[in-house]
């Protein structure tokens, strides 16, 4: 999975989903031991039914073989803000 152009916060969780469920079974279980949480809590994250906390991050793209770049910057202005 590569990104060219960046993306929303949504976006990327929606792809590190997927990314979850495709994984082979006992997956969630290691990660749950590996976040230190439930299997029934990895579930949710997977699902969308939760979303994924920053703090768990790192740990779970680790899991996927996966890595980020945060970009911030201000927001460019656009006509309907400046109302």
Avoid: C, N
Wanted: no cysteine; glycine share 6%.
């Amino acid at each position: 999975m590569t990104y060219i152009d960046p993306v929303k916060w949504q976006e990327a969780q929606q792809a590190i989903r997927q990314q979850m469920l495709a994984q082979p079974r006992g997956y969630q279980a290691r990660l749950a031991e590996k976040l230190g949480r439930t299997p029934g809590f990895v579930h949710q994250l997977a699902k969308g039914l939760v979303p994924i906390p920053v703090e768990h991050l790192d740990t779970i793209l680790e899991s996927l073989g996966l890595e980020y770049d945060v970009t911030i910057r201000p927001k460019t202005s656009s006509p309907e803000s400046q109302i």
